[in-house]
């Protein structure tokens, strides 16, 4: 959230009350095999906990340990209210659908499951995209900079690059 400190244009904060958030379940867990071949495997019918599951089999060590073949992600988005499941649930869940999906265990090497708060935005109709200089000594940077064209973390990092380069070229005035 952003407080008006009376110097930011008040149409650019009313632009910010345009923008939700939804959370995100991620479940990241090295595998002693390879799930699936594609890495991008997309789950329809019946309707699973999560859409989808990202496999990474081309490994290096700063990713995995010794005994992983493979790293799996799958994540879930949910409601801009309250999250649905502790952490411990959604893992728990999506592993016994993984289990139903392959026909055996996963026996994962290693798990790391996060609820990300307001990972993923919701732009309401009217948006428009902001200025990268809101006011005295406020930057933003991000996806809601770039709509509407993809979200994606490669564009809010490219637009973090564009917004970091004007204030270094602005430091070294």
Known sequence: ????????????????????????????????????????????????IFGGCFTISILNDTLCTAKDKAVINVFTNVSTTKPTWTVEEYEKRAFQELKEILGQRTNPNWVKTTLIYGSSPIFKI??????DHLGPNLYLAGIYRTYPKFSSTGEAMANGEEVAQKLLSLCSK
């Open 126 to 131: 009217g948006f428009k995209n902001l200025p």
């Open 1 to 48: 959230m952003i407080l008006n400190n009376g110097k930011t244009p008040k149409h650019w904060i009313g632009q910010l009350d345009k923008i939700k958030y939804i959370h995100i379940y991620s479940l990241v867990a090295g595998l002693p095999f390879v799930p699936f071949r594609h890495y991008w495997t997309i789950f329809l019918h019946p309707r699973r």
